[in-house]
């Protein structure tokens, strides 16, 4: 007997082809993990599933009843829910109103159906307030509103899109001990992940997709490790996330940030009282959840946001009071959080965002060289292997590790002191990762001093010679990455004072 | 001397009966078609037709009450042709997903445009019917509210009652919760399974059709004749309004009977006004009521800039889909 039955599914999108046959088969009362790399095919599947697409060939099978979904309630009505990585929730209606929307009694009563709010998550598990409007939570206690939605609606599968994304190692534990509930009550889960250590942790089996067709199916985790977990995604034995040996000696400071607060446009302090130091060669790490604080201080450093008080200096040379522009002339570099939208600008050509920095010294006062521009685009598509069509043909086609590589390799185009990678990797495939982080590696080599601002501790845990760790605007910890634990970062992540998290 | 002049001033206007009558009609007006407009963008439908929408509201009003001698009858029948008027911003903004700005601009321009021509015989014709006042008993004899409030006619308590039921359908009904719903997030409503279009039109309709029984009003009792420019900006004051009351059927009363009293003692400072025949009841103070007539918008401007500065994080009042046209994602 199998809950979930999907077989060879094929759909097609102009251009590309988002699954070519992929299968799925999930047991009734087991979590199941689906791994790929981004674009591997997994969310379209999902969406197949939950009646988002429909498949231009494939059978969708629910506990062997073959299904055929127009719509997304459709398949909610046939005991599908999912949960998207972006939460669907209304930020201004209350814990109640977004759970019972669509399925609410025709005149509502407040208190009863809190109440019922209220008893079906406590038989769950999932703490919530029903009152409370969405806006006032967290995205841990968001999340735990979106699986509400799906059991209020008494789904059988319940499908998970990167679910631990936005949460802190604590509330991603917290969700393990739901999916297991769930599971024990004989629902199936769904588990979309990138993470090797929670697909061990959380799944009962997994299914693997490469290039839109399943290659591996219904494994035991117990089967799974790293490098059997890459070969399947990516079809080639790679290593990951190993940590990486630096041969630089991290010499004299290149950045000095000092005493640093930034308010927000209501008074609140986002960045509280920040000092750090980032030394030639050396990469600092920034980790934390996301929204403590790290966007401001990256904007704050490299002119684009004014902080309140305090001091940014780029080899002594005190660049507070200067724009964006000025620091940049001064060797700071920075690959902001947006590529799209603040890092580049989609709608113009690769030439046109390669020349953004720096067109002032291409050409002669108000004029452009364009010759000189475009060989200087070609250039740095060169030397960083962008796959573009056409150099005057806009970005927006481009895919995201093209578009970061242009982006980086633009930044790093004027030979900077320092460098500013806000998520730098956050939604690149594999290899698109691997790529940034090899010229990060490179750069720090060459004497480069890198703040490198990550979710991802992997990441972090790689590539950081040290590791600071921010939470509501305050750094509240400092870890060599060589001796700290996972746990004791996170720990310092969601809040716990840093001699706490040690002694764990 | 002058504070004196103006407490003076303000005991003539208070004591002014007339003055009270002109308020609640102007505010019974306004507090119909911004309920409409509300419950438009609580859907998330911009309407900035609501000028051209009471425009053909009152010519048909008019018109109708001509033919039918009875206000409810003609009052009924604007609030259908202003609903079918409606309409043509619902398939183009709704269904088409044309800018929401563009076409209700455009729907004003139409309207006036439209009630200018189809009204011309009706400029000489005296009215046809009347909205009279209603007599509540001994509580019309109440001095003060007696003769004002209690007096007030029938459309006075259909609007009150309507702001209720809206209050009540919005907050307390499924309807409600999927409208609000679409007008926050349509694809949010659309993934719960609410028919985002259907659920949007029917929103337009409903303005209209508040909007079309606010020009009736102003035809068939505020000032019972029909020319083209009778309108006036009224439909401008009830879309400012819709901001100055955040949205909410409650406030946005508050804000009708303000804007209505702004409305009426405008001219009053002007004309030297005085009660009775004695010399002490006039007013003193010559405000050019043009002055008084940009009160309404600049209310609304402080009000804007007040909501701005509310507390952190928390999101806006307007409803987050509004001027957001609606397509299924289907890459």
Not at chain 1, 19 to 28: E, H, I, K, R, W
Not at chain 2, 81 to 95: D, P, Q, R, T, Y
Not at chain 2, 282 to 298: F, K, Q, W
Request: hydrophobic content about 50%; overall charge negative.
């Amino acid at each position: 007997m199998t809950a979930v039955e999907l077989d060879g599914i094929w759909k097609r999108f102009p251009g590309v082809i988002a699954n070519a046959g992929a299968s799925l088969t999930v047991a009734p009362g087991s979590v199941h993990a689906v791994l790929g790399e981004n674009g591997a095919g997994k969310t379209t599947l999902m969406n197949v599933l939950a009646g988002v697409y429909r498949p231009d060939e494939g059978t969708v099978r629910l506990d062997g009843v073959e299904q055929s979904f127009s719509k997304p309630a459709d398949a909610i009505a046939a005991g599908v829910g999912m949960v998207y990585q972006e939460f669907r929730l209304i930020p201004t209606f209350t814990v109640t109103e977004n759970v019972a929307l669509g399925s609410a009694p025709a005149v509502l009563s407040k208190s009863s159906m809190e109440k019922q709010v209220g008893e079906l998550a406590e038989r769950f598990g999932l703490h919530t307030e029903p009152g409370r409007e969405v806006w006032q939570l967290s995205m841990g206690e968001r999340q735990r509103v979106e699986i509400l939605k799906a059991l209020w609606r008494n789904a059988q599968v319940l499908i998970l899109d990167e679910p631990t994304a936005v949460l802190t190692p604590n509330e991603a534990a917290e969700l393990g001990r739901i999916t297991a509930t769930m599971a024990a009550e004989g629902r199936s889960i769904i588990f979309i992940s990138h993470k090797l250590d929670e697909v061990k942790t959380f799944c009962d089996e997994a299914t693997v997709l490469r290039g839109g067709k399943t290659v591996a199916s219904s494994l035991s985790v117990d089967d799974l490790d790293a490098g059997r977990m890459a070969e399947l995604m990516v079809g080639e034995a790679t290593a990951v996330s190993q940590r990486r040996v630096r041969t630089t000696v991290v010499g004299e400071r290149v950045l000095d940030v000092d005493n640093i607060i930034v308010h927000d446009i209501h008074g609140r302090a986002v960045v509280n009282d920040v000092s750090l130091v980032v030394g030639r060669g050396e990469i600092v790490g920034i980790a934390g959840v996301a929204g403590n604080g790290q966007r401001p201080l990256a904007d704050a450093i490299a002119g684009l946001r004014q902080a309140s008080t305090g001091t940014v200096s780029v080899t002594h040379t005190d660049i507070t009071g200067m724009d964006a522009r000025t620091r940049n002339s001064h060797g700071l570099a920075y690959v902001p959080e947006d590529r799209i939208g603040v890092g580049l600008a989609p709608r113009m050509n690769a030439i046109d965002n390669a020349i953004m920095r720096n067109y002032r010294t291409l050409g002669d006062g108000p004029l452009i060289d364009f010759g000189q521009a475009e060989s200087r685009a070609a250039s740095l598509i060169e030397r960083y292997n962008i796959k573009v069509g056409r150099v005057d043909q806009p970005l927006a086609g481009l895919s995201g590790g093209n578009l970061q590589r242009l982006l980086v390799g633009r930044e790093l185009d004027d030979e900077p002191v320092v460098l500013i990678a806000a998520q730098p990797t956050r939604g690149l495939d594999v290899q698109g990762v691997k790529a940034i982080q090899d010229i990060l590696v490179e750069q720090a080599s060459d004497g480069v001093g890198i703040l490198l601002i990550s979710e991802d501790l992997e990441e972090l845990f790689a590539l950081s010679d040290r590791l600071l760790v921010m939470h509501e605007g305050a750094v509240v910890g400092e870890f060599d990455p060589d001796t700290a634990t996972r746990q004791e970062v996170g720990a310092a992540m969601a809040g716990a004072h840093a001699s706490e998290g040690s002694a764990h | 001397m002058i504070i004196a002049g103006i407490l003076g001033d303000l005991q003539v206007l208070l004591t002014d009966t007339g003055m009270w009558v002109n308020l609640l009609e102007f505010g019974i007006l306004l507090y119909l078609a911004a309920l409409g407009e509300v419950i438009a963008e609580k859907a998330g439908v911009l309407n900035l037709g609501v000028e051209g929408m009471m425009a053909v509201g009152a010519m048909t009003g008019y018109w109708a009450g001509i033919q039918t001698g009875s206000p409810w009858a003609a009052a009924v029948i604007a609030a259908l042709a202003v609903a079918i008027f409606a309409m043509v911003h619902g398939v183009v903004s709704v269904v088409m997903g044309a800018d929401q700005v563009v076409s209700g601009l455009a729907l004003t321009i139409l309207g006036l445009g439209l009630a200018a021509f189809l009204g011309t015989d009706l400029v000489s014709q005296p009215a046809g019917a009347k909205f009279a006042n209603l007599s509540l008993g001994q509580l019309s004899e109440i001095p003060g509210v007696g003769p004002t409030l209690f007096s007030m006619d029938g459309m006075g308590w259909v609007a009150l009652a309507l702001g209720l039921i809206t209050w009540f359908v919005l907050n307390r009904t499924r309807a409600g919760l999927n409208l609000r719903a679409v007008g926050e997030s349509a694809a949010t409503a659309d993934a719960a399974g609410t028919p985002v279009v259907a659920t949007r039109l029917v929103a337009v309709g409903i303005g209209g059709a508040f909007a079309g029984l606010a020009g009736a009003y102003l035809t068939l009792k505020v000032t019972p004749s029909w020319n083209e420019s009778i309108v006036g900006g009224l439909g401008w004051i009830a879309v400012a309004l819709v901001i100055f009351g955040a949205w909410r059927p409650g406030r946005v009363l508050i804000g009708a009977l303000l804007f209505g009293g702004l409305i009426a003692v405008g001219p009053r400072f002007q004309t030297r006004r005085c009660n009775g025949d004695e010399i002490t009841n006039c007013i003193t103070t010559e405000i050019n009521p043009i002055v008084v007539s940009m009160l309404p918008y600049a209310l609304t401007i402080v009000v804007l800039v007040l909501l701005s500065i509310r507390s952190r994080n928390r999101p806006s009042l307007a409803p987050a889909a509004i001027g957001q046209a609606y397509r299924r994602e289907e890459r």
